[in-house]
């Protein structure tokens, strides 16, 4: 029986682990056949698969194993999954892709969110209790430049850790749904590294979580920041001090609230405040993805990147005075440019 | 031989206040005889006079004593002017405003600044240190709805007091200097009530500088959280929780950091936070004035409600890490928009 994963949500992020993880003449070991999910590129993925150019991997056609235009629709192919890897823009106000999901999750089924944000695994965790969560940080640079051409740029590095119960990741979970996703998990790595992706670790529920609340000083400072001072790139901002002071004392907001949550230290190889400013500083021209998304009208990941964290951070009692303030600025703009297109 | 009065920068508050002290045929006491140097508003003003509407003062023309284009031009008419008074927009990164009144001012010249923001006394404290400069604060509604026509809405209230020493105001001046600017001010208060204006009233120079203060948490709260939320009322944007919770906390740090920077609570009168934020929530449909300088693309008084109270508080260890925020970002917004512009 080969391993089946199933990609929801088959963007540039989605099908580059797709592709990597895709070994359907395994001869080594087990075979994995992984089949995608997609939306807006649906029809030309089914009809050509995807190109991804990588300085990496190199140039190839991907064609998965079987291509769906919903979880509906995988659903009724027969197969079961072993794995159902979630890639998509985590938008809990906008809609819950742990219901759409549900067609396809059976008793085998291990969920893996590979997703932006903070909390993103609350919705899994409630609709599926019994599911083995496995919860993902990447650091990849990866675009969808157009429907099915996939350009992946620099890095390749992935975090997992399980993912056991909400707000609370130091409570001890049922020894069984232990084992099983420490299982999945160990499987899910092998399978990375056989595709050519070394940099797949492995970490424990406060590790990962330590991990997803670090990117968050990047993502809930510099995102909103370029929105909110002038729609540009975040580097060309930094050289003002003005606005240089504002963002290395949000980061820092975000770093001292981060152990008092998880009563643990960052992972020590994760990068400083110093030197996260001076490589975004080198970045120039870059826009972060929701500036992008800003500009393009579509939907912001406010609440992952924002609200989830402000909210688990009050319930333990630690204030974050500027990203609520960055969150409050933006969540208004953001409604009421909503308003505004609305009327037109 | 009369009190001459000249107005800088005769627009609503100016044309307004000028039109109150101007008394050319007073039996009772002394001849007050009101000019003004006018900007765009010249050719109109010059051969109309203002027209004032006002539920409290009732309609009239106003012909002022003589109309001026420039400083140069009030001075070269030979009038030695015994008050100076400024009404301009503050916006000392764009123009010095000290600069512009040189030519009028002389050894008998008090210099009274009706402005907004902290600071605003600055350069001219440190160009005319002999000069009695006498800082007020106001609260009067009216609007310059075309060029020469004043409407008057709602309240007539003005607060004046001495300001010796930048960034020490509890610093004993030369007392020459506190005699001459105490005479100056006595006698302005009696002006303004003659001209009607009930509410006029004396303050020390710490008071006048914690009212400023106090103005503040509404100025440089609700004004860049207008821009910045997305170009609306601040009335309409309170009722939101997240919104409610970053205004009340953006004024909060302006309430903690005056009393830390004056040494002395604020005067028992002023508002407090919970009342600010209930009579704002009603003034549905009002803007801030720098939310329509944002709209018609004019320059913003960034400096004196943002930049100059930070420095202050910088200056004594005091933070305001909110306001730090909003003024980062909306002068990055700003300087963007600028930017933007200058390619058109």
Same mark, same amino acid.
């Given at each position: ?208 979580? $330590?991990?997803?609340?670090? #990117?968050? /000083?990047?993502?809930?400072?510099? *995102?909103?920041? +370029?929105? @909110? ?96 303030? $960055?969150?409050?600025?933006? #969540?208004? /703009?953001?409604?009421?440019?909503? *308003?505004?297109? +609305?009327? @037109?």
């Amino acid at each position: 029986m080969p391993i089946h994963v199933l990609i929801v949500g088959a963007g540039a992020v989605g099908a580059f682990y797709g592709a990597r993880l895709h070994q359907p003449l395994n001869k080594a070991s087990k075979e994995t056949l992984v089949s995608v999910v997609c939306r807006s590129n649906y029809n030309i993925v089914n009809k050509k698969g995807f190109e991804i150019e990588s300085p990496v991997y190199g140039s190839s056609v991907w064609k998965p194993h079987r291509v769906f235009n919903s979880c509906t629709q995988a659903a009724a192919s027969g197969i079961q999954f072993d794995y159902i890897v979630v890639t998509t823009k985590a938008l809990p106000e906008v809609r819950d892709d742990s219901v759409d999901i549900s067609p396809v999750v059976t008793g085998i089924s291990a969920i893996v969110l590979i997703q932006n944000g903070f909390g993103i695994e609350w919705p899994y965790r409630d609709r599926y209790p019994q599911s083995p969560i496995i919860s993902c940080v990447t650091l990849v640079s990866c675009t969808q430049t157009k429907p099915g051409l996939i350009v992946h740029s620099r890095w390749a590095r992935i975090y997992m850790g399980p993912f056991y119960t909400k707000n609370n990741p130091t409570q001890q979970p049922p020894l069984a749904l232990q084992t099983e996703t420490t299982s999945n998990m160990t499987t899910l790595v092998d399978l990375f590294k056989q595709g050519g992706v070394d940099e797949a670790y492995m970490m424990d529920a406060i590790e990962i979580q $330590l991990t997803r609340w670090h #990117k968050l /000083a990047i993502n809930a400072t510099f *995102s909103p920041t +370029s929105i @909110l001072g002038g729609g540009v790139g975040i580097a060309s901002l930094l050289p003002d001090p003005t606005i240089n002071e504002h963002a290395r004392e949000c980061m820092r907001e975000v770093f001292e609230a981060g152990p008092k949550l998880f009563g643990r230290p960052f992972p020590s190889h994760l990068a400083s405040i110093d030197s996260i400013l001076e490589n975004t500083k080198k970045n120039v021209g870059f826009k972060p993805s929701m500036l992008v998304d800003w500009e393009e009208k579509r939907p912001l990941e406010l609440e992952v990147i924002l609200g989830n964290p402000l909210n688990l951070a009050k319930l333990h009692g630690v204030e974050m005075p500027r990203i609520q303030t $960055l969150y409050a600025l933006l #969540k208004s /703009a953001y409604a009421q440019r909503k *308003s505004a297109h +609305s009327k @037109l």
